[in-house]
DNA sequence: CATGAATTTTTTTTT
DNA sequence: AAAATTCATG
């Protein structure tokens, strides 16, 4: 333990050693943060705390793995055992789980992911007979969710709703709450509010718990929305012991109901608190540390560092302007290739604002053959035929999933069609039953009522109880009740597709028996709630870990990584910031998120922005990002702002669709 | 009710 | 340009 602690900077020591009280520790990009915090779990061990007493939240997977894989590599396996490392949602859900009855959570409660919410929430419009005109499905679940994440409920939302739109989304609020309360199921959003009932109104369960975490640490503190600081101050207790870490300047979530005031006001939530500031950054050469610093200086309203680069001297930060997306993969690949042989290709990572900017660098590096990882993008488990087929197995889980119901009812086809479902439906909300439930008495053709009670008796002989190890059984028996494997000879015609698509549903079995094989105690309901937590990534990416590939994401993904060699691409207004954030006056929070850019560099950074770029397959012109000249210290030019500001075009509602588009 | 064609929308970021 | 949704037809 010594000779850990005498590896550390002072800064870093002390935020180690200080254990007791709460304590803010703000990290600056490559300050070593991940480094402090699992230093700092191996101190607590070693100081003889048990290693149950410690709580250590994250907010991806990825973290918390990485994190519990170094206190591992620190204290070694035995002495890790019983630690608590996770992500908030992943650790709300199994809290629930386990006390969630006693405040009405049922335990066999299913998760719907973002495409179901989406689904409940048009299903509730529909429900209201709201056309989708009046308001966007997509919308409506950001602004609900944004209400939830607020702690405002559904009925603050409709008192302090001052006009019609704005008691719609009350309304809708509201229905889609009940929606999901009768289903008995969870969005993302309640796994953290539904737990905060957890602790604010069940006192034993809340003691329980305040008693056996004595020490909590929390990553990326900056990205805590309402709900998460609630759930930490009152998990810390009186006790207090809380170490939160992170970085102001890169609070990239506010879309999300992430408040920087959580981190800004720290000291004012946690009086007496310890702040600890880490300032050397062990990261970046000079040179993009510059650039990095120049571009967060435009902020207003930060706690305040200035990175001191431990690493010194070293090649300029690179700008290029070029003629359009296409031309701008096609040079980004060439540097590559010349870079390719002197660094690995896992050295290299290509960042960029928004995921569909994915398409043109991809299609440059294939016809290159260069081999390429993408982080995050659409996930296996977003596929068609794997949410079927989760969607049946969260119906054996839990029979009143409304959600996964609609889904399938009619998937493979049963002559439930469009119009019936109205009618169940319509039936269901008079009389207050689930939609399931309400197939026996609507008047719907009788064909219909027989395969729906077809349907429900198979889930039925299924889902009777949690298979537990017998899952792949239960999986198979599954496909094989359902004939699924028909079902997708009949949609696709070739034979390949049909094969792929066949292989992707083979590939949920492999994964419920990896499941069972590694659980201790497997059960449908774990094996689900994995899912639906940490879709993304796992063991997805693993096949491709062992190649040596480039990588290409988001800027949000990016965050918390870093590389030899990075390109940021697309440099442009409109897309860096992007033109929703200068609309809704968030300007700020993409220049931390062009912050983050950055930083991720170590040796080589690359900056492009295109001269003109396709946007919904139409071509428009191209202004360089006000961030471009914030790093090299200029005003931008006189024509800029003229330019930049016939951006916005917001509220486009209105259907006054005279005006028709030429083809092509 | 199911199917394929026509039309509309999508792209900001994610647990 | 692609995906999702709506429409028209069998």
């Given at each position: 333990m010594r000779q850990l602690l005498a590896r550390l900077n002072p800064e870093q020591r002390r935020a180690v050693t200080t254990t007791d009280g709460p304590l803010l520790v703000l990290a600056g990009a490559g300050t070593g943060k991940t480094r402090v915090i699992t230093v700092r779990a191996a101190y607590l061990l070693?100081?003889?705390?048990?290693?149950?007493?410690?709580?250590?939240?994250?907010?991806?997977?990825?973290?918390?793995?990485?994190?519990?894989?170094?206190?591992?590599?620190?204290?070694?396996?035995?002495?890790?055992?019983g630690l608590t490392v996770g992500t908030f949602h992943a650790f709300c859900a199994r809290l629930l789980r386990k006390h969630g009855a006693p405040i009405g959570v049922p335990p066999g409660f299913t998760i719907c992911d973002a495409s179901d919410q989406l689904a409940a929430h048009k299903a509730v419009l529909r429900d209201l007979h709201v056309p989708e005109a009046t308001i966007h499905p997509r919308q409506l679940v950001a602004e609900v969710s944004l209400l939830k994440n607020s702690l405002v409920n559904p009925e603050a939302a409709g008192e302090s709703a001052v006009d019609d739109r704005d008691h719609l989304v009350?309304?809708?609020?509201?229905?889609?709450?009940?929606?999901?309360?009768?289903?008995?199921?969870?969005?993302?959003?309640?796994?953290?509010?539904?737990?905060?009932?957890?602790?604010?109104?069940?006192?034993?369960?809340a003691r329980n718990l305040t008693d056996r975490f004595r020490y909590l640490m929390v990553d990326e503190y900056q990205d805590t929305n309402g709900p998460q600081f609630e759930i930490v101050r009152r998990l810390a207790g009186e006790r207090r012991n809380l170490c939160v870490v992170?970085?102001?300047?890169?609070?990239?979530?506010?879309w999300r109901g992430a408040d920087v005031k959580n981190i800004l006001g720290f000291e004012r939530q946690f009086p007496g608190a310890t702040v600890i500031r880490l300032e050397t950054n062990y990261r970046s050469k000079e040179p993009?540390?510059?650039?990095?610093?120049?571009?967060?200086?435009?902020?207003?309203?930060?706690?305040?560092k200035t990175l001191r680069a431990a690493r010194g001297e070293g090649s300029p930060v690179r700008v290029f302007g070029v003629d359009d997306e296409e031309r701008e993969a096609r040079n980004v690949v060439t540097d590559i290739e010349g870079r390719k042989t002197t660094s690995p290709l896992k050295d290299m990572a290509v960042l960029f604002r928004a995921a569909a900017q994915s398409r043109a660098l991809e299609a440059a590096l294939r016809a290159r053959?260069?081999?390429?990882?993408?982080v995050g993008g659409p996930s296996f488990f977003d596929r068609k035929e794997v949410r079927d087929v989760l969607a049946y197995l969260k119906l054996?889980?839990?029979?009143?999933?409304?959600?996964?119901?609609?889904?399938?009812?009619?998937c493979p086809p049963r002559g439930i069609g469009k119009s019936t479902i109205d009618k169940v439906l319509a039936y269901a909300t008079e009389h207050g039953l689930g939609a399931a439930a309400a197939f026996e008495n609507s008047e719907i053709p009788a064909k219909a009522k027989a395969?729906?009670?077809?349907?429900?008796?198979?889930?039925?002989?299924?889902?009777?109880k949690d298979p537990g190890p017998r899952l792949v059984n239960t999986i198979r028996a599954l496909l094989d009740a359902i004939d699924y494997r028909v079902e997708l000879v009949r949609c696709?015609?070739?034979?390949?597709?049909?094969?792929?698509?066949?292989?992707a549903v083979e590939e949920v079995v492999n994964f419920a028996e990896n499941y069972v094989r590694r659980s201790r105690g497997p059960t449908l309901t774990e094996f689900l709630e994995r899912l639906a937590l940490t879709a993304t990534d796992d063991e997805k990416d693993d096949d491709q870990k062992d190649g040596d590939a480039l990588t290409l994401m988001t800027l949000h993904a990016a965050k918390g990584l870093e590389f030899p060699h990075v390109y940021l691409v697309g440099c442009e207004e409109g897309l860096l910031p992007h033109d929703k954030s200068v609309a809704t006056d968030q300007v700020e929070e993409e220049r931390r998120l062009m912050y983050v850019g950055i930083t991720r560099a170590q040796d080589n950074l690359t900056i492009t922005f295109a001269k003109s770029r396709a946007k919904f397959g139409r071509r428009a012109e191209r202004m360089p990002s006000r961030f471009l000249y914030e790093l090299k210290g200029e005003a931008p030019p006189k024509t800029w702002r003229a330019a930049g500001q016939k951006a916005p075009a917001e509220r486009p509602t209105k259907k006054a669709n005279g005006r028709r588009r030429s083809r092509r």
């Open positions: 070693d100081q003889g705390n048990p290693a149950e007493s410690i709580l250590a939240v994250t907010f991806t997977n990825k973290a918390a793995r990485e994190m519990k894989a170094r206190i591992v590599g620190l204290v070694g396996k035995h002495a890790a055992v009350a309304l809708a609020y509201r229905r889609y709450g009940e929606h999901l309360r009768r289903a008995g199921v969870l969005d993302f959003d309640d796994l953290l509010l539904r737990t905060l009932d957890l602790l604010r109104e069940h006192e034993p369960t992170g970085d102001d300047d890169q609070s990239i979530y506010g993009i540390l510059a650039a990095a610093n120049k571009v967060i200086g435009n902020n207003p309203a930060r706690h305040g053959a260069i081999p390429y990882r993408l054996l889980a839990n029979p009143t999933d409304e959600v996964s119901f609609l889904r399938i009812v009619n395969a729906a009670a077809e349907l429900k008796a198979t889930l039925a002989r299924l889902g009777e696709y015609a070739d034979e390949q597709v049909r094969e792929q698509r066949w292989n």
